[in-house]
């Protein structure tokens, strides 16, 4: 039986995923992906003599290429059946659902279980002193050094570190509203990272931080692990099909938009969009970001969300302009430079810089 030359065999799977530097990539790797329905399963069309020929639907071959990549980052079947179905891939919904609330159960585990061993270390109910023991576990985290460190983006006194860490506990890993202050929550902003966002502006856009500190506490009521492990479960189809792009923006187009930021201005925490730079890097991002669209279409933050995804849709194309720099002569980027001042040279130079370390390019990027 004739084949048309496009349409996608096994081979041409094992091919793409050799060329794209996966040179371990087997069929026995290939039907473990089938498996747990990471890629989809091949159709049987004919036969070519007593050989049966089985085709894949187009684009599994990038499906596959995009799947190995991000498999070097998590080999969790569930985090990345989630991420490929963000990235607009097509992958069951009703898997990709249960992948995500399990997910989000074990995170919840997680957390329960760290309550817990610090509620027996200090001889404290984990119910009944709820919140001495969340005070246990904040000033631990605050006062943590190294890799796994709560970061640093802003110097903040180690009490008020310990106490703004306690109540970001309260909010989003426990769902409750905490009573705090207008200052405790300024406070909350510093250890985000995010406080600058109210004075920075970028290419003199307004400052996308705007409103009462202290609104941080409603959070609680819709983007916490417990309302968003809720959410997940009960969305309907529509709805998560609706949240999928802004979801996909706010993970892969966010950390593009935030890392040019740092390198026009040369400060990593401009405008206090540091936080958001490694968001492509971590594929649970993804979990927690369409649990996040979903909260948010729920209550009155779902504006502000569908305003950034239109913002970051047209991020792709400006750095395919920023791109074209990279095919000129070097002597004609110092001509054009030459008229400019000494700012606006060092910012092309960093621009350039981060084209050619590929910082601007898809996630995920080869480790």
Do not use: C
């Not at 279980?113 to 246990?136: F, N, T």
Request: cysteine-free; charged content about 25%.
């Amino acid at each position: 039986m004739a084949v048309e030359p496009h349409v996608l065999r096994g081979d041409d799977l094992l091919r793409a995923g050799v060329a794209a530097g996966f040179s371990t990539m087997t069929e026995r790797r290939l039907e473990d992906f089938r498996r747990d329905g990471l890629i989809p399963r091949p159709v049987r069309v004919g036969n070519d003599g007593r050989r049966p020929v089985w085709i894949y639907p187009p684009g599994s071959d990038q499906q596959l290429v995009r799947l190995l990549r991000w498999r070097e980052r998590t080999k969790d079947a569930d985090v990345l059946r989630v991420v490929l179905w963000v990235e607009g891939f097509p992958l069951a919904l009703d898997a990709v659902r249960a992948s995500a609330t399990a997910v989000m159960d074990g995170l919840s585990h997680e957390l329960q279980q760290v309550l817990q061993a610090e509620a027996s270390r200090h001889g404290l109910d984990p119910v009944a002193e709820q919140d001495a023991v969340v005070g246990a576990v904040a000033t631990a985290l605050a006062a943590q050094r190294g890799e796994r460190a709560v970061p640093r983006p802003i110097r903040v006194p180690a009490g008020e570190r310990a106490n703004a860490v306690a109540n970001l506990l309260k909010i989003f890993a426990l769902g409750t509203r905490p009573d705090m202050t207008e200052g405790d929550a300024q406070w909350i902003e510093k250890v985000l990272g995010v406080s600058p966002g109210r004075r920075q502006r970028v290419e003199g856009a307004a400052p996308w931080l705007t409103g009462p500190a202290g609104a941080l506490v409603g959070a609680a009521d819709f983007v916490s692990l417990p309302r968003m492990t809720e959410v997940l479960a009960n969305a309907t189809d529509t709805e998560w099909e609706d949240a999928r792009p802004s979801a996909a923006a706010l993970f892969l187009q966010l950390p593009v938009f935030a890392r040019a930021v740092a390198a026009m201005t040369g400060k990593e925490n401009f405008a206090g969009l540091g936080g958001h730079i490694a968001f492509d890097s971590e594929p649970l991002m993804a979990v927690l970001l369409i649990a996040f669209v979903l909260g948010t279409r729920r209550a009155d933050w779902s504006g502000n969300v569908e305003d950034m995804t239109d913002s970051l849709a047209r991020w792709p194309a400006l750095v395919g302009e920023m791109k074209q720099v990279l095919d000129m002569p070097q002597r004609e980027v110092d001509d054009n430079l030459a008229g400019h001042g000494p700012e606006m040279r060092d910012r092309t130079r960093r621009i350039i810089q981060v084209l050619l370390d590929g910082d601007l390019d898809p996630s995920p990027r080869p480790i």
